[in-house]
């Protein structure tokens, strides 16, 4: 059995991404969201599984609030919880994909 190893990506400096806020970046070709909630990070693709819709923006480029844990896609209602990329309302059914975060040296990671 073969153990999946992981790239650690760097995106950016720790202090980049606030308490209550979210970045996303562009990295190996997908959109990445990284939110910061009660001082932790969270990452996920900023891609709907329903239908291919950004998740973390509106259509008229406004961000797209969180509700605790979760976030809803603004075309079709669909809810994800960014601690695990689990999708958890309907329309949505499968998973977006999430990924594990770290600090180091001070710069937010991510492992692909
Ligand atoms: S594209 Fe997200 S719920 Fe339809």
Redesign the pocket.
Known sequence: MSKKTSTWVVLCADEDIAEGSREVFEVDGKWIAVFRVSGKLYAIEDL?T????TLTERADGSPVPLDGYEIE?P????RFDIRSGKAVHA??LIDVPWYETRVQDGMIEIAL
């Open positions: 709907c329903h239908d291919g819709g896609c075309r079709h209602g669909g329309p949505a």
